[in-house]
């Protein structure tokens, strides 16, 4: 599937960097964004692109005004470090929804969320339909966690998201 160019654009990326993601499952995720990024014109008035990295915790370790060309942004994707710990997917919605408040309104945003499993089981988390409220997402899971019952309740959390299932996964 060839994706439709378009000429501004505001990308969130979602990074699982929890334990369950292996180095190489690591490497392919920073890949996948690298492609998809190339597919934009990247630049201060056109489009941007934000990075969140999740595990235990969640910082943005890209943010909107952090880069303006896709060089540059390359190589910052590239120099993400893996983290490891649990999987805090909560915890990426939350600062998802906080980097959404720093897009632009005159622009599409879109998050697309990888992960390589299912939340972790914490004492009080907060659940994904409630961790960011309105904020659609596109789930890009790896291995075969998405082709189950838990995982499709786990994304979906009553409301209407995209689950895609990567190709190396």
């Not at 960097?17 to 630049?43: E, M, P, Y």
């Not at 880069?67 to 998802?96: C, H, P, T, W």
């Not at 969320?113 to 409630?130: I, K």
């Not at 890009?140 to 990567?166: F, I, P, Y």
Request: proline share 4%; hydrophobic share 35%; with cysteine.
């Amino acid at each position: 599937m060839e994706l439709t160019f378009i000429h501004r654009a505001d990308l969130i990326f979602l990074l699982d960097s929890s334990n369950d993601v292996s180095t190489k499952l690591f490497k392919q995720q920073k890949g996948f964004i690298k492609s998809i990024v190339g597919k934009f014109q990247i630049a201060a008035n056109k489009s941007r692109a934000a990075v969140v990295r999740y595990s235990s915790t969640a910082s943005s370790v890209i943010r909107f005004n952090t880069f303006n060309n896709l060089l540059d942004l390359v190589r910052g994707i590239e120099n993400i470090q893996y983290l490891g710990g649990s999987r805090r997917m909560d915890a990426a919605l939350k600062e998802a929804y906080k980097m959404r408040e720093t897009a632009r309104s005159d622009v599409p945003t879109y998050v697309i969320f990888l992960t390589a499993g299912r939340q972790a089981s914490t004492p009080f988390p907060t659940p994904l339909d409630r961790a960011a409220p309105g904020l659609q997402c596109t789930y890009v899971c790896g291995g075969h966690w998405l082709k189950t019952k838990r995982a499709r309740t786990t994304l979906n959390g009553g409301a209407r998201q995209r689950c895609v299932r990567s190709p190396s996964g």
